[in-house]
Nanobody, 122 residues
Framework: VQLVESGGGSVQAGGSLRLSCVAS????????MAWFRRAPGKEREGVAS???????GYADSVRGRFTISRDSAKNTLHLQMNSPKPEDTAMYYC?????????????????WGQGTQVTVSS
């Protein structure tokens, strides 16, 4: 499956930003989708995941601030980022997995987007 992210940009701390990811041609064989991020000089980390049944998982650093959602009819994944912090600055990637319960294990994801940059200023 091909994934294309959008919605990145610059935002001030405390603001909000919404990332989107469109999957093609479809997500029928996709059990789990997720957002990962990589900041300069750091390793890639999982941000949020959502299963086909709607179960979600979040990294401790974003829980309560970010919300992941999935519109299966439109093959679209979203990440609502509220109250972002400068430490949330990173390239954000959308990923898809056919593994049930993939969660935030990057090794379980076989499809990746090109990424969208998010920069949070203080």
């Amino acid at each position: 499956v091909q994934l294309v992210e959008s919605g990145g940009g610059s935002v001030q701390a405390g603001g909000s930003l919404r990332l989107s990811c469109v999957a093609s041609p479809h997500t029928y064989n996709t059990f789990c989708m997720a957002w990962f991020r990589r900041a300069p000089g750091k390793e890639r980390e999982g941000v949020a995941s959502i299963d086909r049944d709607g179960s979600t998982g979040y990294a401790d650093s974003v829980r309560g601030r970010f919300t992941i959602s999935r519109d299966s009819a439109k093959n679209t994944l979203h990440l609502q980022m509220n109250s972002p912090k400068p430490e949330d600055t990173a390239m954000y990637y959308c990923a898809a997995s056919s593994v049930v319960g993939a969660g935030l294990r990057s090794s379980a994801y076989t499809s990746w987007g090109q990424g969208t940059q998010v920069t949070v200023s203080s």
